[in-house]
């Protein structure tokens, strides 16, 4: 089975219909991971949100898509704070 990606965390369930729904309808198949824990435990942020993952071979159709349909903005593409972070100590225990 191919890998796949999480393009996008989502917090409340009814933010992710419509970038599912359109993505879909350009033909990418993508997955809710999460999805029914965040429905269990709403609002506390449990399994860290809703992620909606496609197919690794479909990453860059499925940006395209959700940026063009406004829902991802190349800021969602950059790592957080603790991605780069961790980033940073692990090239310093590199460097040893």
């Known amino acids: 089975m191919e890998n796949l990606v999480t393009?996008?965390?989502?917090?409340?369930?009814?933010?992710?219909l419509i970038p599912r729904s359109l993505?879909?309808?350009e033909g990418i198949e993508c997955f809710a991971k999460d999805e029914y824990m965040t429905r269990?435990?709403?609002g506390?942020?449990?399994?860290?949100?809703?992620?909606l993952q496609?197919?690794?071979?479909?990453?860059?159709?499925?940006?395209?898509?959700?940026?063009k349909?406004?829902?991802?903005t190349e800021e969602d593409m950059k790592p957080?704070?603790?991605?780069?972070?961790?980033?940073?100590?692990l090239e310093k225990l590199r460097k040893k």
């Open 7 to 16: 393009i996008k965390t989502f917090f409340e369930p009814t933010d992710l």
């Open 69 to 72: 349909g406004g829902f991802l």
């Open 40 to 42: 269990l435990h709403p």
């Open 80 to 89: 957080d704070g603790f991605y780069e972070y961790i980033g940073k100590i």
């Open 44 to 51: 506390t942020g449990v399994v860290g949100g809703i992620k």
């Open 54 to 67: 496609v197919r690794e071979s479909d990453v860059n159709q499925a940006v395209d898509v959700l940026m």
């Open 23 to 25: 993505l879909e309808s």
